[in-house]
């Protein structure tokens, strides 16, 4: 089971967003914190990753909020992953949901290729539902079906399974 250290980095993003940490499989563990790691910068030449701060430490997760000016919602490679909370960000769900998106790049899941890997883990009926849902120009990216993949994913890694 992969084990992170959680930062959030003010007390006031960890009251919130804590207590919704069981949204994610307990297949990924956490120790919390409030705090920033040590974190580094990618490419500041590049606007949308100007200014991300990424954790150096391995098994490390950064959750942060607008006073970081950072375009980049979130990032996660190498047992590492940061993500941003925004203002307009109201849905904690969606918070979780995206962390749990980073972490599962971070462990070497391919958490971007919800469309692409449909058949994978959907079933024949959910298909029929996802393409209904669409075809009345409803989005895909939703939390029901994000959980859904993420689940799947989450199973893949603990069968040791990656792309």
């Known amino acids: ?60 997760v950064y959750v942060f909020d607008d006073a970081i000016p950072a375009r980049a919602l979130g990032g996660g490679m190498d047992m590492r992953a940061s993500v941003r909370v925004t203002r307009e960000d109201r849905d904690d769900e969606a918070i979780i949901l995206r962390i749990w998106h980073e972490i599962l790049h971070a462990i ?26 669409q075809s009345l120009s409803r989005p895909g990216d939703v939390p029901f079906w994000h959980r859904k993949f993420y689940s799947r994913l989450t199973e893949r890694a603990a069968r040791g399974r990656q792309d």
Not at 4 to 14: H, M, P, Q, S, V
Not at 114 to 130: I, P, Y
């Open 1 to 60: 089971m992969p084990h992170f250290d959680l930062y959030f980095k003010t007390e006031a993003l960890r009251q919130r967003l804590e207590p919704h940490l069981q949204l994610i499989p307990p297949f990924f563990e956490f120790t919390v914190q409030t705090g920033a790691p040590e974190v580094r910068y990618f490419d500041q030449k590049d606007p949308m990753w100007k200014g991300f701060p990424f954790p150096v430490p391995a098994g490390t």
């Open 108 to 133: 070497g899941q391919p958490a971007d290729d919800m469309a692409r890997r449909a058949g994978e883990w959907q079933s024949v009926s959910e298909r029929l539902m996802w393409a209904a849902w």
